[in-house]
């Protein structure tokens, strides 16, 4: 039997929500696992580019052997109902680069914990999904929206547990990630925060959900462009990504734009604004990058309504 997921990439953060908040967006991995016949065989991995992807996934960076996440998911599924995985192959055809703060990591662990839970006869629910990947990606907000598509809030409580909320984002706001050529890992990422921030800083972004979460519900461009701002990541990020603060500086005084932020961890950001002068902010991006000597892939892209989705089934 061989199980297919398609995956979208996702967004975290979005600014305020720090570990929180997630979107589904429209490039995808597509996860396939088939169980091998022949026995001994044990698990193979074998990661390859879409063709319709970008130039450089940095797929390198995907570790193929019992070290791999998909790998990592898929034993802690097998093992929640007394089960070992053997004799399996796993191929991930991918359109999300790697190490870009895209969701990469968060598509191919919900993509093989779909397809490994089809091949059980579905003995997980959703929550109990997202609770395992949530265990092996070490925060929901990635693989939250992975599974479910659209915008997600999410926590996981003290217990594992994954609690979650699904906001409707407006569909006139868009989304215009700039992605450029260079890699920055999660675990570098979250190296450079502190273990504690001050408490004003706290009540900061505290406020800043808050707001966010009311100016998606009521349409309020206005109240998102204050929402959108952070004080407990991005200020320790910028330093880790070149073009950020420059991006955001450069196009502060565009009234369409209604923030820049990191995406997830970096290096993509994301500048959120209205359908008014999407070239000019496209010019602005490639200029200031240029500037700085490094390439960078712009897409203005819709919201993904839709999270994983199971594409063929073969017995
Ligand atoms: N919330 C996570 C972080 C997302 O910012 O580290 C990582 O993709």
Known sequence: MKISVKVPATTANLGPGFDCLGMALPIYNTITIEETVLPGTGIEINVMADENSIDDLSLEQIPMDENSIVYKAVKLLYNSIGQSPSELKINISSQ????????????VIVGGLLAA????GDP?????L?????????????VTPAI??????????E???IIYSKLDWPDDWQITICIPDYELATDISRSVLPLEVPMKDAVFNAKRMAMFVQAVHQKDKELMKIALQDRLHQPYRKKLVPGFAEVSENLKHDDSVIGCVLSGAGPAILVISTKDNLEGIKSVIKETFESLDFNVEIMTL?????????????E
């Open 130 to 142: 997202l609770s395992i990947a949530t265990e092996v990606e070490g925060h929901p907000d990635n």
């Open 96 to 107: 999300i680069p790697v190490a870009r703060g895209l969701g990469s990591s968060a598509s």
């Open 159 to 161: 217990d594992g547990s």
């Open 302 to 314: 819709p919201v993904e309504k839709n999270g994983a989705t199971f594409i063929s089934q073969d």
């Open 117 to 120: 839970n089809k091949l059980l």
């Open 148 to 157: 479910l598509g659209g915008l997600c809030i999410s926590s996981q409580e």
């Open 124 to 128: 997980a629910d959703e929550l109990a």
